[in-house]
């Protein structure tokens, strides 16, 4: 064991919205799940935690207030919009815990001799930034290295302003940890040759495991326009079935964790050798727990059988992609389902004894060049299926094939600021469609899904 601290911060979302569905700092504990397999010794300070002791108290709860499923609102506090938000009629706010008691647990960790933080949505590097300038003050001497999504597809941004003295790209594991043998010392060990050679995520920094998120595989082969997938996750990798039924069945016993969150983008991919394996081991170990796939899955591979795996292992809440029922744009910007496609896997699904209301259908609006028309078809399109329609409004994201239509399409200079990828900004000024159609089409999503 090395005698070295890294300090793993998990910073704050700095938003108009945010919800707790499952989120979990996995990429960063998967770092910290390698370093202390080289020896290093690590600590967590997790921004998103809504079981922190001291904020319960704060908030003088007992216990979060959470669905049964574990999710729930994450601590909000307003804080000043930043100057380029001024035209989003809505209260801008730090997500997670208050200042005062982030600096408390900086008070409480061993004095690091590495910092290393995590980034997610690109708009939301404020909090990325004010955890680096936090963690600074505090540890004036230590050096601060920064990855995760903001970090990599806004990396010369994130070089420019973050403050941090090293940014990392995509997958972090094996590149944290050369950089901090490089900069502190220690032996390097052990290095991963494939996903089933990584050393669990540090859950147990954690401070509440009733819920943890699951990676069976990284990336996606599809390619969607939209999509920062391979760019942020690299190319797409299964791992062993029976070792993530291993990983699930260790927390279930060691933790007594009820749900799980698949995190993987294409999580059903080849299902007979992967996720069919799983289920079916899930099923015959009697592991009784929920499974919930926020990730949205692909339909077209959800037939009779795998649906009633899905619901015989303890598959909860099923979301799916349609993104729209206009074919030609399916085809372009992804040609991954058809509306038949989610036609039948949504009848498979009731088959295998799903009612109409455990479906959410993701359908995404507002992206560059799409008309109203056709955002109100794909929510009228679910809705006939049975299904519900979660809405999702599109978010340039740099470095994507959509992103240079999307910088023509939109009324702000994209290129200026992250903070104008925000999904609550974006379609603020597009050149045809207006905020009034847009709550529209959220209106009408939300009679219709009455109605399921
Ligand atoms: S299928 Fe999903 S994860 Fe894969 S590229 Fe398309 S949007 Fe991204």
Redesign the pocket.
């Known amino acids: 064991m090395s005698d070295k601290n890294v300090l793993l911060i998990n910073p704050w979302i700095y938003d108009f919205a945010a919800y707790d569905m499952w989120s979990k700092p996995i990429g960063l504990l998967y770092i910290g799940g390698l370093l202390r397999a080289n020896g290093y010794k690590i600590s967590l300070i997790n921004c998103l935690d809504r079981y922190n002791p001291e904020l319960l108290i704060y908030q003088n709860l007992i216990s979060p207030k959470s669905t049964e499923y574990d999710c729930g609102k994450f601590h909000k506090e307003i804080i000043e919009k930043p100057q380029i938000l001024k035209d989003v009629q809505r209260k801008y706010g730090r997500y997670g815990l208050p200042i005062h008691i982030f600096r408390n647990e900086l008070k409480k960790v061993s004095k690091p001799d590495i910092i290393l933080v995590t980034s997610g949505m690109t708009y939301w590097y404020p909090g990325v930034f004010d955890a680096v300038k936090e963690a600074k003050n505090y540890f004036r001497d230590v050096p601060v290295i920064l990855g995760g999504a903001y970090a990599t597809l806004c990396y010369d941004h994130a070089i420019e302003h973050s403050n941090a003295d090293y940014v990392i790209c995509g997958e972090g594991e094996v590149k944290a940890l050369k950089l901090v043998q490089e900069l502190i010392g220690g032996n390097i060990s052990f290095i991963p040759q494939n996903l089933d050679d990584y050393p669990y995520p540090a859950y147990d920094l954690l401070t509440s495991k009733n819920s943890l998120a699951i990676l069976t595989s990284r990336g996606?082969?599809?390619?969607?326009t939209?999509?920062?997938?391979?760019i942020v996750a690299g190319k797409f990798r299964q791992r062993d079935p029976i070792k993530v039924v291993d990983e699930i069945e260790f927390y279930y016993k060691t933790f007594g964790t009820k749900n799980f969150a698949f995190y993987d983008?294409?999580l059903l991919l080849k299902p007979d050798e992967h996720i069919a394996v799983m289920l079916k081991e899930i099923i015959d170990r009697k592991i009784n727990c929920n499974f919930h796939t926020p990730?949205?899955m692909?339909a077209s591979q959800i037939n009779e059988s795998l649906a009633k795996l899905m619901f015989n292992a303890g598959f909860k809440t099923i979301r799916i992609?349609l993104?729209t029922s206009n074919i030609t744009r399916q085809k372009a910007i992804?040609n991954?389902i058809t509306p038949e496609i989610l036609k039948e896997a949504i009848i498979n699904l009731k088959k295998a004894g799903y009612k109409g209301r455990d479906i959410g259908v993701y359908v995404l609006i507002c992206l560059p060049g799409q008309p109203l028309e056709e955002m109100i078809e794909s929510v009228r399109y679910v809705h006939e299926c049975g299904a519900l329609t979660k809405l999702a409004v599109y978010s340039p994201i740099p470095q994507t094939k959509e992103w240079d239509k999307a910088v023509k399409y939109s009324g702000f200079d994209l290129n200026a600021d992250p903070l104008l990828h925000n999904d609550s900004i974006y379609p603020l000024r597009l050149n045809d469609i207006t905020i009034d159609d847009i709550q529209k089409v959220k209106a009408l999503a939300l009679e219709l899904n009455k109605e399921i």
């Open positions: 996606c082969p599809m390619g969607c939209y999509c920062a997938s391979s983008d294409a990730n949205a692909h992609s993104e992804g991954k």
